[in-house]
């Protein structure tokens, strides 16, 4: 459309939409903080009733009176009176008052190791009022929806800008007045107008960020870095959470911020496509000379005025003449089958995010750890979803992330309790997928609607995710009845709404539609592919192709041995602490019963060991209960004992990295992916800048070096050093492959070479295992699958470069080149020799923007 063009000519992605996107994306870092945060500040711990007064007067040991005064696993009742007959060792109850039970009219008595204080703890809501927790959550789920419905329609009406500064200082100060709250009546109440303030940031900040200044082809960049931006702040509210736990002090410290954000939000700059909307064309045309300055285009700003805004943008200026409200979204088929469809993915999404989000406390791991667990799936997640959602399209990525996340809800169900850590892995991998399904339907919900009711209908799609939020911790209760069921619920919903997604129409490589009849006049328009016209002209799936899949796929093979590699360089073997040097006298396995205590299964204890010897345990009538009274213990200073098993030498037995170091064994894998991660963004821009081949092949060369440097080093932090850049380098590996495979393959055949890749990396995790056996040693595997890196290196010289990039970046002369020689290769020279510049200058490609 006519405005594309028109930022193209004042800068493209030029220095203002870099800056504006940093501004706006800083706020997003702290969005997570308040749609999770009761996870922290409504924690549930472990408690019991208040013990009766006379029983605390008694002097008796804190056990023993808990004993004596409430039932055993009883955290809502206590006895009448105190049953002193449970002290005695053979005691028995007297004549019926052990029954006799009452609810605790004094109050509770809460486990404070944790969380020192919550909302549960202020306000006892626990027992029968322990649905007022969700009710909580779901009055500020209320609040969410409400603003959407508000806020929508206003920033149409008022503005995007506006409507952003002014929910900044809603958000900051109702926040600010939750962590004062005297009553819990008052604490929903601001709470609810908080939710109220997030509806509307999300919806202007993804407008001004996203879609109303960004030109098409960054538009799915820009959203997915916002997403990261919300993951992030999924990693920082787990360590503010940490640092600071009473609830008060953390409802405070994740609200103030946003006054910030209101003092600066005065400088951000109004949607130009809006003032044009609204008929105010003067200030749109100040905000492009604006804009048009920032970006050193000064002189192009200079040219624009009112009647070439008028010559780029008629379509959208007499559209402005015409009023349009709510209704527009159901009044016309296409717009009506769109809204239905997006109503459907938004709640589903919704609901099923936070129905697993909001219930950290129930998968029996640190809630800290959980938290950071789930804010790190995020990464891959949309690292795929921008991948598929550039390459595949909207529609598909949409699709897919609801049913696998559904799937992966459901299938939870079959898993019996006791096998947590499975349980745990399928939660995560369904947050995950609704997490790229949020990432997608951000930026999808914005291309399928016209600029004119863009906004109205993002604040509709919003209402339906918050309904779907609203609804998830009231279907938790009802697990009180039937456990199995809200997984049901949560698993279904997803897997119908990715049905439903198929309908949509596919916006991948369109401009934004300005009008509503630009959307009813045949749907989403379809540009012309005249490169997929000319490679089928060239041989199609020809020789040159099915050449370079196989020599992009044999890479791919070593790719899930670097992802996966710590499953074995990092293997945890069996160990205990190595005994102390008394005790090495004696000969056999004596020592390691006399120095290392036992723990619950008979087995020596990890992570500690005696102070001194228990010689007694060599007597004849000793047992192993007898090794724990009394006897003193300490840390392993003289290190640890490994057993040789499975990992005969991995880089936990080389520095040691367990018992109060064993996170560094994740701290690690982290590292990596936080190396992936930066790598997705660096290499994505760098090989727009300078070309997807030279990329490739310098992320093959700093794989196998920095791969055959982790084998070599010396400290455990050079070894993560390595395996930071090794993990970038992954990255532009896997972008560079799948740019190339995508931009030199027939339309018709992506799906299956897209297959073929999918393939090539799930047998490389095959090969990972059969490499993994064959050398024990870390060292050595590192090695392994890192040295076929320089060979890909090699090779990779003679790819040919993506003649779709050279065209865009204005190489149209080696552009020819390359593909007169795909043409000899695939058997068409004649069809090539046919090519000229001119035939060049006639692809439908987007220019690059200088």
Not at 401 to 413: C, D, F, K, P, R
Not at 458 to 484: C, D
Not at 503 to 513: H, K, Q
Not at 687 to 704: I, P
Request: hydrophobic share 45%; net charge neutral.
């Amino acid at each position: 459309m006519a405005f594309a063009s028109l930022l193209e000519h004042v800068g493209g992605m030029g220095r203002f939409q870099v800056a504006s996107v940093l501004l706006l994306a800083l706020p997003v870092l702290m969005m997570a903080s308040h749609n999770l945060l009761q996870n922290f500040t409504a924690a549930s711990s472990d408690h019991h009733c208040r013990l009766h007064w006379e029983a605390n007067a008694t002097g008796l040991d804190p056990q023993d009176l808990l004993r004596v005064s409430v039932p055993h696993g009883d955290q809502c009742r206590r006895f009448v009176t105190p049953q002193w007959w449970l002290l005695e060792v053979n005691g028995s109850a007297p004549n019926s008052s052990w029954l006799e039970t009452e609810p605790c009219h004094d109050g509770w008595t809460y486990d404070r190791s944790i969380f020192t204080s919550t909302i549960i703890t202020e306000w006892d809501l626990v027992c029968s009022s322990r649905g007022l927790k969700q009710l909580a959550q779901s009055l500020y789920m209320a609040g969410v929806l409400v603003g959407g419905i508000v806020f929508g329609g206003l920033s149409d009406r008022f503005g995007r800008r506006s409507l952003l500064t002014w929910c900044y200082l809603q958000m900051g100060t109702m926040g600010t007045c939750s962590s004062f709250a005297p009553t819990f009546a008052v604490y929903c109440l601001f709470r609810f107008l908080t939710g109220m303030a997030f509806s509307g940031i999300v919806l202007n900040s993804v407008s001004l960020s996203a879609l109303e200044w960004m030109p098409t082809r960054t538009r799915a960049l820009v959203g997915t870095f916002m997403g990261y931006c919300y993951t992030t702040g999924q990693f920082l509210l787990a360590g503010i959470a940490y640092a600071v736990p009473d609830w008060r002090w953390l409802q405070l410290t994740v609200s103030l911020p946003f006054f910030c954000f209101f003092l600066y939000s005065w400088w951000l700059t109004e949607s130009a496509r809006w003032l044009v909307m609204v008929g105010k064309s003067h200030q749109a045309l100040k905000e492009l000379q604006k804009v048009a300055r920032i970006n050193g285009k000064k002189e192009e700003g200079d040219k624009l005025d009112i009647e070439v805004l008028r010559s780029y943008m008629q379509k959208e200026m007499a559209s402005s003449k015409s009023r349009h409200t709510v209704l527009d979204l159901v009044r016309t088929p296409i717009l009506r089958r769109i809204s239905c469809c997006l109503c459907f993915v938004w709640f589903s999404t919704s609901f099923a995010y936070y129905g697993l989000a909001m219930d950290l406390q129930n998968f029996d791991f640190n809630i800290y750890v959980i938290q950071l667990v789930f804010g790190a799936v995020d990464i891959p997640a949309k690292l795929v979803s921008i991948l598929t959602i550039t390459f595949v399209g909207r529609r598909f990525t949409q699709s897919i992330a609801l049913i696998l996340a559904g799937l992966a809800i459901l299938t939870n169900i079959l898993v019996p309790r006791d096998l947590r850590m499975l349980r745990t892995a399928l939660a995560v991998f369904g947050k995950g997928c609704l997490a790229a399904s949020f990432n997608c339907v951000f930026l999808y919900t914005g291309e399928l609607y016209p600029t004119v009711i863009r906004q109205t209908g993002m604040g509709l799609a919003n209402t339906m995710a918050r309904l779907g939020s609203i609804t998830a911790p009231l279907v938790k209760m009802v697990g009180e009845v039937f456990p199995a069921l809200p997984f049901i619920i949560y698993g279904a919903a997803p897997v119908v709404s990715g049905l439903v997604a198929i309908l949509l129409p596919e916006t991948r490589d369109m401009a934004l539609p300005e009008t509503v009849e630009e959307v009813e006049g045949s749907s989403i328009p379809h540009p012309t592919m005249t490169f997929v016209e000319l490679l089928a002209r060239l041989g199609g799936m020809g020789r040159f192709q099915v050449t370079y899949v196989a020599a992009l796929a044999i890479p791919l093979l070593m790719l899930a041995s670097h992802n996966l590699l710590q499953n074995f360089t990092a293997g945890v073997p069996e160990h205990h602490c190595r005994p102390r040097p008394v005790a090495n006298d004696s000969a056999g396995d004596v020592p390691l019963l006399i120095s290392i205590p036992s723990d619950g299964h008979h087995r020596p204890q990890r992570c500690r060991r005696y102070v001194e010897p228990q010689w007694h345990l060599l007597e004849v009538n000793s047992t192993v209960n007898d090794t724990a009274n009394g006897a003193a213990t300490e840390p392993c200073h003289d290190g640890w004992t490994y057993h040789d098993g499975v990992f005969a030498h991995t880089i936990v037995t080389e520095w040691d990295l367990v018992c109060e170091s064993k996170t560094l064994r994740q701290v690690a894998q982290s590292i990596y992916m936080a190396g992936i991660l930066l790598g997705s963004g660096l290499f994505g821009i760098l090989s727009d800048k300078f070309g997807r081949r030279a990329l490739l092949t310098w992320c093959y060369l700093q794989l196998g070096v920095t791969g055959a440097g982790t084998a070599a080093a010396p400290t455990f932090i050079v070894y993560c050093l390595c395996r930071f850049l090794a993990g970038l380098a992954m990255a532009g590996v896997s972008l560079n492959s799948a740019s190339l495979c995508m931009e030199w393959i027939p339309t018709e055949a992506r799906a299956v070479v897209g297959t073929i890749n999918g393939y090539c990396y799930t047998l490389g995790q095959f090969v990972l295992a059969a490499v993994a056996f064959g050398l024990p040693h870390w060292r050595w595997l590192q090695l392994a699958v890192s040295l076929p890196f320089f060979l890909f290196f090699l090779y990779s010289w003679l790819f040919v470069e993506s003649a779709r990039w050279q065209v865009i970046s204005g190489r149209p002369d080696l552009a020819l080149k390359g593909l007169r020689k795909v043409a000899r290769i695939n058997g068409r020279k004649e069809e090539g020799d046919k090519l000229s510049e001119e035939v060049m200058g006639l692809l439908q490609i987007p220019p690059k923007s200088p």
